[in-house]
């Protein structure tokens, strides 16, 4: 079966732009999760979404939205760049988003911010 | 949320096994012990998950004790292709759930 696809794979924008990434899941899956990867803080979570709703939130500001349509695709949206945002974005997808099994992650996006 | 330590790296031979130890002292009745792999440039693999005692699969064995304080990840015969980092997580099996990254263990695999 085909894995969790993300486009694009690398983004350059400049400060103060906004940016949207995108993320195909696993055929079935409903639950999609975000998150930000950096040398400097590691794997953080952004949010998850299932069945088009966010049901959790990790601890980022405003500037940082998500969105999840009814075919289960995600995006995620990054206003007012600044040039700490560069960063690897992974989405992850599960069926359910329970427990710690299952989730498959994409290959993600690379944001730089310049 | 328990927080996990584990090594920060550790450096191995092929051929031989390797085992990663994690600590996790204020693991939840509900949380299970899992482990993904993570190569550069690529987004974190699941390798296996347990609750308590042992769990084999194809690419590994967790060895967790009866206080479910540790886990032991055990790669058997370790090849250059399994040089990356290793994640330890405790997930609870609540819907919504957020994998919460430590720094992981940087296993690298020489020849």
């Known amino acids: 079966k085909a894995g969790v696809t993300q486009t694009p794979r690398y983004l350059i924008k400049t400060r103060g732009q906004q940016v949207t990434l995108s993320c195909s899941p696993i055929s079935g899956h409903r639950s999609v999760s975000w998150y930000q990867q950096t040398p400097g803080q590691g794997l953080q979570f952004l949010f998850e979404y299932f069945s088009e709703t966010q049901r959790n939130k990790g601890n980022f500001p405003g500037r940082f939205s998500g969105r999840q349509f009814s075919n289960s695709r995600s995006e995620m949206n990054v206003s007012t760049l600044e040039l700490g945002d560069s960063a690897l974005y992974l989405c992850?997808?599960?069926?359910?988003?329970?427990?710690?099994?299952?989730?498959?992650f994409g290959s993600g996006t690379r944001l730089t911010v310049v | 949320l328990a927080k996990t330590t584990q090594p920060i790296s550790m450096d191995s031979y092929e051929g031989q096994e390797v085992n990663i130890t994690c600590s996790h002292n204020?693991?939840?009745?509900?949380?299970?012990i899992t482990w993904y792999q993570q190569f550069p440039s690529q987004g974190p693999r699941f390798i296996i998950q347990?609750?308590?005692t042992k769990v084999t699969n194809e690419v590994a064995s967790l060895f967790i004790p009866a206080d479910r304080k540790s886990s032991t990840l055990s790669l058997p015969r370790v090849s250059l292709s399994d040089t990356a980092v290793y994640y330890c997580l405790v997930v609870a099996n609540n819907a919504g759930n957020m994998l919460t990254f430590g720094g992981g263990t940087r296993l690298m695999v020489k020849p």
């Open positions: 204020n693991i939840a009745t509900n949380d299970y």
């Open positions: 992850a997808s599960s069926l359910a988003g329970t427990g710690g099994a299952g989730y498959t």
């Open positions: 347990g609750y308590k």
